[in-house]
């Protein structure tokens, strides 16, 4: 958690970024495959942020609630239609990295009203075994 934390702040420089982790977080060993796919799936969506929504704050909040880790990046930036085609491959890939963690994934955005990107995964996945290695450039 605290390198998605870490990475957020080095990429997301000049924007104003609130944090907040909770203290009774689960200590749990995590597969290298899930790892790898949580943090490039966080990567992107901090990417997007700094590369595209013009926001001045933004907020990760990280939670466990029900069982699940939800991890969620919202910025007060541009926002964007949901159904206009983008060309690009970030959101394609964030999507089949959440269907890869089992996760789901939340997009909210309208024009104007920023983002919301949440991906929601239970613990129970988080310490499962995975042999799904998704094909990425990345």
């Not at 239609?81 to 959101?91: F, M, N, P, Q, R």
């Not at 939340?106 to 998704?134: A, C, F, H, M």
Request: proline share 2%.
């Amino acid at each position: 958690i605290q390198k998605l934390v870490d990475r957020a702040e080095r990429v997301l420089d000049g924007v104003k970024l609130l944090v907040e982790v909770p203290s009774d977080c689960p200590d749990c060993m995590v597969s290298l495959i899930f790892k790898r796919h949580l943090f490039s799936f966080f990567k992107e969506a901090v990417h997007n942020c700094a590369r595209h929504s013009q926001a001045t704050q933004a907020y990760i909040t990280i939670a466990v609630v029900d069982q699940c880790l939800q991890i969620s990046l919202r910025d007060n930036g541009c926002g964007f239609d949901l159904a206009d085609e983008s060309g690009g491959w970030g959101l394609d890939s964030m999507k089949d990295r959440a269907k890869e963690m089992a996760a789901e994934l939340e997009l909210i955005s309208q024009p104007g009203e920023g983002t919301t990107v949440r991906l929601t995964v239970s613990l129970k996945s988080l310490l499962s075994e995975t042999d799904n290695l998704y094909k990425t450039s990345n």
